[in-house]
C-alpha cells in the first residue's frame, strides 16, 4: 500500500495539497485564536498615530541593507588581511592574526556589540566619547562590530582557499620571476576566489541575519522597526510575519545571486552547461566585457615592455627597484612590530589599572546568578549565568539531532511527499535570523497551544528548532557523502531503506558529521546569548543586569564575559580539530 502511494508522483502532489489546505482550513476557520488578525496595519494610514506603519519596515529593510552591504565590504577587507596572515611566515603578524581570528570567532556576537557600544567609549576620552554619539554611535558600533565578527569568519575560508592551490603552481610562479605581491595580485586570489565563494557566500548570508542584532544598541533596522509596530499598534503577529518574508526573501535573493556568481565562475564546457550557467552569462555579461578589456589593456602595455631591450641602465634600475622593495618590505615589518608593541603595552597598561574586585565580587553571579534559591515557583531554584547557558545548548542539541536526523533524511528521500515538507523547514528557518524564531516562540506558541511558555523554556525551543535546521543540512551532506555503490549493494542483499540507513549508511555518516555537530554546538553555544532578547537569565543578561546595577564598570564586566564564552568556546573548538584529526586517520586505516 505504502509503496504504490510512495512510487507514484500525482498521488504524492495530491496528498501534500490535501495536508496544505487542511492546515489552512483548520487554522484559518476552525482553531479559535483569541485574536483578529489586522493586516491592514501594514498598508494603511494608522488614526492614532497619522502615517503608514507600513513604511517602518521600508526604512528598517534599507537600514539592514545599508549595514549588511558596509559591513560585508569591510569583513572581507579583514578577511583578506587576516586569511593571508594565518599563512603569513612573518611570526608576529601570523601570531597577531590567529589571536584575532580565534577569539572574535568564539565569541558570540551580542557580546561584542554590547562591548563596542558601552565598554568603549568609557576607555576613550570624553571629548572623544561626545564626538563619537553625535556621529549615530550606534550604526557606527553595529556596523564595527558586524564587521570584525564577520571578518574573523572569512579569514578562515580565504586561508583554507589559498591553501587549496597546488604548491607547485605557486612554485612555478617565483621562479618566473615574479615577486610575492605580484603572484598575490595574478594568481593566488584570483584561483582562491574561485574556490571559496560558495563558503564565502554563506558569509554573506549569515552577516545579513546577524544585522538583525543592531537593534539591541537602538540601530532600527528591520527586526526593530517590526516591534516597534507591535509596540504601537500591539499587531504584533502581522508585523513580525511580515519581516519574517521580507527576511526569506532577502536570503533567497543573495543565495540566487551567489549561485550565479558560482555558476559564472565554475569551467564548464559549452555543451554541458544548463540554464543556471547561460543566465549567469546573461547577468554578468557586461562586467565579462570590462573585465576582457583592462585584460587587453594590460596585454598591451605588457607587449611594449616586452619590446625594451634589458640595457645596462634598465638592469640598474631594475636591481634599485628590487632593492627598493626589500627596505619598504623591512620598513612595513618594523612599523608592524612597533605598532604591535605600543597596542600591546596600552592594552595591558589599560587592563591592569581596571577595578577587578568588581568582578571578583560579582563572578559567582555570572557563572551560577542566585542558586540555590528555594523561591517558590522557581524551577530552577535560582541558577543563572554561564549554568544556564551551558543548559540551554545542551538541551538544544540533544534534541535538535534528531530533529536534524529525520528531516535530513526525509531531504535527500526520491519521495517528494518526504522532501518537499524538509526542504521548507529547512528554508524557511535558515532564512531567517534567530532572533526572529525566538520571537516567533515566545510571542505566538501561546497563542496556538493556549499555554503559557516560561522564557527559559521558549528560548531553547527556538533554538532547538533553528539548530534542527542547520542539523538537517549537516546529515544530508553526510548522507551524499557516502557512495552510491553502498546503497545498491546493500539493496542488493534484500535490505530496505531503513535498514540500509540503520545499518550501512548512519553508522558511516555520522562519523563524518561528528565534527561538523561539534561545531554547530559551539555556534549554539554562542546563540544562547540571543536569548537576553527576552530575559532569560543567561550569562549575557547577567551581565548586562549587573552592568545597569553598577554603571561605571563596563568594560571590566564585558570583557570577562567575553573571556569566559571565549574560553568555553575555544577549548570545544580544539577538541573538535582533534576530532576531526583522529577520525581522518582512522579513515586512511580503513583504506589501506
Known amino acids: 500500500m505504502w509503496r504504490y502511494i510512495l512510487e507514484r508522483n500525482w498521488l504524492q502532489n495530491v496528498l501534500l ?3 496544505l489546505v487542511s492546515l489552512v482550513y483548520y487554522w484559518g476557520f476552525v482553531f479559535d485564536f483569541g485574536y483578529k488578525f489586522d493586516w491592514s496595519v501594514l498598508y494603511t494610514v494608522n488614526e492614532t498615530y497619522g502615517e503608514n506603519l507600513g513604511y517602518y519596515l521600508i526604512r528598517g529593510l534599507k537600514l539592514t541593507v545599508e549595514i549588511s ?19 603569513s611566515s612573518f611570526k608576529p603578524y601570523y601570531y597577531f592574526s590567529t589571536v584575532y581570528v580565534e577569539f572574535f570567532r568564539n565569541t558570540p556576537l ?31 558600533s553595529a556596523t564595527l562590530g558586524l564587521s570584525i565578527y564577520t571578518g574573523s569568519f572569512m579569514a578562515e575560508v580565504i586561508r583554507a ?79 513580525t510575519t511580515a519581516a519574517t518574508f521580507i527576511y526569506l526573501s532577502l536570503s533567497l535573493s543573495i543565495a540566487g545571486i551567489l549561485n550565479l556568481v558560482n555558476a559564472k565562475l565554475q569551467l564548464v564546457p559549452k555543451e554541458d552547461k544548463n540554464w543556471t550557467h547561460i543566465l549567469a552569462d546573461i547577468v554578468f555579461s557586461p562586467f565579462s566585457f570590462i573585465l576582457e578589456l583592462s585584460s587587453w589593456i594590460g596585454k598591451l602595455f605588457q607587449r611594449k615592455e616586452n619590446k625594451l631591450e634589458l640595457t645596462g641602465l634598465s638592469l640598474f634600475t631594475h636591481r634599485l627597484l628590487v632593492a627598493l622593495n626589500k627596505i619598504i618590505v623591512l620598513v612595513l615589518k618594523v612599523s608592524f612590530v612597533s605598532a604591535l608593541i605600543f597596542l600591546i603595552y596600552k592594552a595591558l ?53 534528531f530533529i536534524g536526523l529525520v528531516v535530513g533524511l526525509g531531504r535527500t528521500s ?38 503559557y511558555i516560561n522564557v527559559f523554556w521558549s528560548a531553547t525551543i527556538a533554538l532547538t528548532i533553528f539548530t534542527g535546521a542547520y542539523l538537517a543540512e549537516i546529515v544530508r551532506g553526510g548522507i551524499q557523502n557516502i557512495p552510491k555503490g553502498q546503497f545498491e549493494a546493500a539493496y542488493s542483499t534484500g535490505l530496505t531503506y531503513f535498514q540500509t540507513m540503520r545499518k550501512i549508511i548512519l553508522p558511516q555518516a555520522l562519523k563524518q ?77 580503513l583504506t589501506m
Open 17 to 19: 495539497l490535501s495536508v
Open 69 to 87: 552591504l558596509i559591513s560585508s565590504g569591510l569583513a572581507l577587507l579583514l578577511g583578506i588581511i587576516f586569511g593571508l596572515g594565518r599563512l
Open 110 to 140: 551580542l557580546v561584542q556589540l554590547f562591548f563596542w557600544y558601552f565598554a568603549l567609549p568609557q576607555a576613550l576620552p570624553e571629548a572623544w566619547r561626545e564626538f563619537l554619539f553625535s556621529q549615530n554611535y550606534e550604526f557606527i
Open 161 to 239: 582557499g589559498i591553501q587549496s592551490i597546488p604548491k607547485g603552481l605557486l612554485e612555478a610562479a617565483y621562479s618566473s620571476g615574479l615577486s610575492y605581491f605580484q603572484v598575490l595580485r595574478k594568481i593566488i586570489l584570483p584561483l582562491a576566489f574561485r574556490s571559496i565563494i560558495p563558503p564565502l557566500g554563506s558569509e554573506f548570508l549569515n552577516n545579513m541575519k546577524n544585522s538583525s542584532l543592531a537593534m539591541v544598541v537602538g540601530v532600527p533596522e528591520l527586526c526593530w522597526q517590526s516591534q516597534q509596530i507591535e509596540s504601537l499598534t500591539f499587531r504584533g503577529f502581522e508585523a
Open 349 to 401: 597598561s589599560g587592563i591592569i589599572n581596571l577595578n577587578w574586585k568588581v568582578v571578583v565580587d560579582n563572578f559567582r553571579y555570572l557563572l551560577i546568578w542566585r542558586f540555590p534559591s528555594k523561591e517558590p515557583g522557581d524551577f530552577f531554584w535560582g541558577l543563572g549565568g554561564l549554568a544556564f547557558s551551558v543548559i540551554m545548548s545542551v538541551i538544544a542539541i540533544s534534541v535538535s539531532f
Open 414 to 451: 526520491k519521495y517528494r511527499l518526504f522532501r518537499i515538507p524538509s526542504l521548507l523547514y529547512i528554508e524557511l528557518i535558515r532564512g531567517n535570523p534567530l532572533i526572529m524564531v525566538i520571537f516567533w516562540v515566545y510571542f505566538f506558541v501561546p497563542i496556538f497551544t493556549k499555554t
Open 513 to 589: 558529521m561528528i565534527p561538523a555537530i561539534v561545531g554547530q554546538f559551539i555556534a549554539i553555544f554562542k546563540d544562547t546569548s540571543l536569548a537576553y532578547v527576552i530575559g532569560v537569565l543567561e550569562l549575557t543578561f547577567v551581565a548586562q543586569s549587573l552592568n545597569n546595577r553598577l554603571m561605571i564598570y563596563p568594560f571590566e564586566i564585558y570583557t570577562t564575559v567575553a573571556m569566559l564564552y571565549f574560553i568555553c568556546c575555544y577549548s570545544m573548538s580544539i577538541f573538535a580539530n582533534k576530532l576531526e584529526k583522529k577520525l581522518e586517520t582512522d579513515t586512511f586505516r
